[in-house]
């Protein structure tokens, strides 16, 4: 790590963890906004083939951050002319109209929603060798690759691109459990290995299923239900 990136990363404990998490990625990227030998800004996430992820921003000027960001897209496409990009880092109104001059146009997802309050669980035993326990931090790894190999190929992996690598399905699975908001989950079980998972959050009155995965050698069942 050169001064110029110490001096960038110093004070913050959080530019620092994603910097040390970035760093363990191989098909990392990284662009740096500089003045005057220093850096002042940091857009950085992976590539997916010809496609990449925006995982971070991190600018140290509250003024004038929209020129900065727009400054490093413009080397983002002209370096890597990607054939797509995701961006995920939360962006202000003023940011977000500058990804909105760049074409970036938001992905709407379906939304299904249950009502709780006449909601009746089917009470249905699991098939024989099956069990559920709750979700325990030590089953991060076990979620990552259950991630992995249930999103593998399919559309929500064409849509999401980082659930098309390990790396991005772990990304993914560590912003879920470090929500303000999450609640927990389950781990579905066969013969005591890994089969399936779900993780929940609350947002306001609202219960979201973050995550529900089944193992596709575990799929028909009836488990995932």
Known sequence: MNSAVADFLRGSARRTRRWEYLGK???????FGREDG???SMLAGIRVRR???VW??????ARGASSLLNGRLKELFRRY???SVLWYPQAT???????AQHEFRPLRELEMVLPLARYRPRERPLPAGYRIRPWRKSDFEATVRLDYAGNRGTINAAVTIRL??????????RMNVEERDFLGGDLLLFRGRPAGYHLAAREGKTLLLSSLVVSPRHRGRGVGS
């Open 93 to 99: 109104p003023s940011l977000a109209r500058v990804l």
């Open 81 to 83: 002319r990607p054939c």
């Open 38 to 40: 220093r850096i002042l």
């Open 56 to 61: 971070y921003w991190e600018c140290n000027r």
């Open 25 to 31: 990625q191989p098909n990392r990227w990284v662009l």
């Open 51 to 53: 496609s990449l992820e």
């Open 164 to 173: 098309q690598s390990r790396a991005g399905c772990r990304e993914c699975t």
